[in-house]
Structures are given as structure tokens and as C-alpha cells.
């Protein structure tokens, strides 16, 4: 069974720029979240999507982060404009719907550097 | 407001000897608790998790202890093994399932094995 797939791994950009990560979960996996990972920090949720509607944002920084989720599979996150504090990783996780925590499968991560 | 802790940032023991993480919680509505592990540019593992209405939960090497009373769980590895050397966090969730389902977690702590 594949995984779920992130892109890109790894970027680096100037603070001001903008930078977008794609995500696909599991084949079947209604349920998607994005999580940013602070170094030194555990993971915090930023948004979660069941299919294509949002369930929850509210840690979302709606001001710079932006988020959809098309047709229910694919999903995007987007940093618009981009700041020092938002270096992390961000990782995307994929579940069944109304899944405990062991059905909660994460991506590798997407590493953030901004300078 | 940190609703999930790991107090040790870092854990050394030699390999054969018990591991014995800790992890505390504040919120009183969490009933439902898991422990994932994290080895460098990789995600989350889902590594095992104990429902409120458990005291023990054991897989293999791995045991959970949650005590209710005192908002406190911990888990327990018997015998340790280098490969057991990561990042373990404890995370937890409010609700049974459902398509709000999402997870809390703490800031990890480094265990490293000695052979």
C-alpha cells in the first residue's frame, strides 16, 4: 500500500516569498491534515479536510497560510507571504474517517527554511 | 497552554535495560492516548495508544501505563534495542472517533539505545 506522498522535501526561500507544498494521501483516506513540526516542537495541526470541506482551521494562519483540498484527494498548503518563525517541517497525514490515532498515517515531511 | 508534556527533553539507556518514558496532560476531556515515533527525515509512526477506560496497554517490548487520576502516562520498553533510538511522542485526543477527530501532541522526547 503506497504511503502518503509529500512534496517538495526540501526548500529554502527569502522571507517575503511565497512557497507551496502538495500532498497525497492514501488511496481512500477521506480524512487529511496538515501539521507544522517547529524544531524542538511536537507536531501542531494547522487544518484538517474531510474530503474536500474543512473540519477544523482554527490554528491556521489564515493571514499567510492557505489550504485546499480538490476534488477530495490531492491537497495544497501555501505560505504567502513567508516569514523566519515559519521554518519547519510540515508534514501532511491521511486517516478513515472517525479513525483512532493508529489509522492516522504521516507523510515523510516537507522541510521549510526560510532566510 | 501546553495541554500535552514531555517533560525529558532526552532519555540514555544501554541497550538490554528498561526505557520508561512520561508524558502528562491538562486537559481532563482527553480520552484517548498514543505514543508515535519519529527517526530523522521520517514521519510519525504510530507506535501503540490506550483508550481512557485502560490502565495497561502492552504490544511486544511496549507497555503503556496510563494513571487517570494523576493525568500522567507513560510508556515502557523491555528490553531496549538500539533501533529503538528516536524521537517518541505522546499525543492524545478528545472524542471517540468521529470526523473531528484530530490529535494533540507533546514536544518529544530523544531516546538513545547504547549498545
Known amino acids: 500500500e503506497a504511503g502518503v506522498a509529500q512534496s517538495p522535501r526540501y526548500k529554502i526561500i527569502e522571507k517575503r516569498q511565497s512557497v507551496a507544498f502538495w500532498c497525497n494521501p492514501i488511496s481512500g483516506h477521506a480524512t487529511l491534515y496538515w501539521y507544522q513540526q517547529i524544531l524542538g516542537q511536537g507536531p501542531k495541526l494547522l487544518i484538517q479536510?474531510?474530503?474536500?470541506?474543512?473540519?477544523?482551521d482554527s490554528q491556521l494562519p489564515k493571514d499567510r497560510f492557505s489550504a485546499e483540498r480538490l476534488k477530495g484527494v490531492d491537497s495544497t498548503l501555501k505560505i504567502q507571504p513567508a516569514k523566519l518563525e515559519d521554518s519547519a517541517v510540515y508534514l501532511c497525514?491521511?486517516?478513515?474517517?472517525?479513525?483512532?490515532?493508529?489509522?492516522?498515517?504521516f507523510g515523510e515531511g516537507s522541510w521549510l527554511t526560510v532566510v | 497552554d501546553q495541554q500535552v508534556k514531555q517533560n525529558s527533553p532526552s532519555l540514555s539507556v544501554q541497550e538490554g535495560r528498561i526505557s520508561i518514558l512520561n508524558c502528562d496532560y491538562t486537559n481532563s476531556m482527553f480520552d484517548y492516548f498514543l505514543w508515535y515515533k519519529k527517526y530523522p527525515a521520517e514521519g510519525p509512526t504510530f507506535l501503540i495508544s490506550?483508550?481512557?477506560?485502560?490502565d495497561k496497554n502492552e504490544d511486544g517490548r511496549f507497555t503503556v501505563f496510563l494513571n487517570k487520576s494523576a493525568k500522567h502516562l507513560s510508556l515502557h520498553i523491555v528490553p531496549s534495542q538500539p533501533g529503538d533510538s528516536a524521537v517518541y511522542f505522546c499525543a492524545a485526543s478528545a472524542g471517540s472517533g468521529g470526523s473531528n477527530y484530530k490529535l494533540t501532541f507533546g514536544k518529544g522526547t530523544l531516546l538513545t539505545v547504547n549498545p
Open positions: 497525514a491521511s486517516s478513515l474517517p472517525g479513525a483512532y490515532g493508529n489509522t492516522i498515517y
Open positions: 490506550i483508550s481512557s477506560i485502560k
Open positions: 479536510f474531510q474530503n474536500n470541506g474543512v473540519v477544523d
